[in-house]
């Protein structure tokens, strides 16, 4: 799972999975969840994100033990 910023559109684009993405549907204003071709979640995309979550911290909680890397 990746976190990605985009400071110039105050858009958070959280990646699920390295699969591209076959279709969209916004669930809320400003929220999209992105799908691959079988159907299953790969992306959310969050417009104003600033506005919408507390960018400023990132909790990890029970992650599976058998995760051994976490990169900045």
Request: charged share 30%; hydrophobic share 35%.
């Amino acid at each position: 799972m990746k976190l990605n910023y985009y400071k110039d559109t105050d858009s958070l684009y959280i990646d699920l999975s390295s699969k591209s993405s076959a279709d969209s549907q916004e669930v809320s204003e400003g929220i999209v969840i992105d799908y691959d071709s079988d159907g299953n979640i790969v992306g959310i995309d969050i417009d104003n994100a600033s506005r919408k979550v507390d960018l400023q911290e990132i909790s990890l909680h029970k992650i599976p033990a058998d995760v051994e890397k976490l990169t900045a």
